[in-house]
């Protein structure tokens, strides 16, 4: 019995010694092993609410041109800079379960270059983006490569304190739409050539998924 525990115990210690990375806590250690089996239930069962299409090829009232915002390290991006090219508008975060999804939004950077993704880290669900602009940096190049564009940390849900672009995203009668802000963290939206805003995606969908890809091929 002692020998069996004895096992056991290595077992479990190895298991862990492997999950850990040493530059993540541990609860981001478990969430990055755990990842895959949060989009399980929407790849077998998909619900149409986590994604949402411009059926009517409806244009905006506001062009999403005439947006800025700030980068990571403090510099303004104009939106005028993406005329012509997709563009994908991702709200994310550090200590989230789908914290994975910034490895797969990486992938998706390098194999379609002419992609641009904007990723809008948020404290708002949970206070599960807690690190200033350096840490979350740090993070996302340290653990994921990330080499795609970081905004400023800022606020994605409605109200006072709401980032302008995600005003643009989540009211109809400035995007011609949709009124969908972001439901957690790495809700997806694609703005196409012509700034047309197509797509939004619940953060079960994963950014590699076929639907993903064919809505930033269109």
Known sequence: MIRKIGVLL????????????????????????????LTLKEKWFPSQQNRLKNED????????????????????MAFSELKGKTVLVVNTASDCGYTGQYEELEKLHQLHKDLIIL?????????????????IANFCKVNYGVSFPLMGKTSVVKGSTQHPAF????????????????????SKYVINKEG???????PSVSPLSDEVVTAIQQ
């Open 10 to 37: 290595i077992i479990v210690a190895a298991a862990l010694y492997i999950i850990k990375r040493k530059d993540m806590t541990w609860r981001q250690s478990i969430l990055r092993v755990g990842y895959p089996l």
């Open 57 to 76: 090829a409806r244009q905006p009232s506001v062009s999403f041109y005439s947006l800025q915002a700030k980068r990571n390290d403090g510099s303004e």
């Open 119 to 135: 990723a809008f880290p948020a404290n708002d669900f949970k206070q599960q983006e807690k690190g200033n602009d350096a840490d």
């Open 167 to 186: 005003q643009w995203l989540s009211d109809a009668a400035k995007n011609g739409w949709c009124n969908k802000a972001p439901v957690w963290n790495f």
């Open 196 to 202: 047309v805003l197509t797509h939004f995606f619940s």
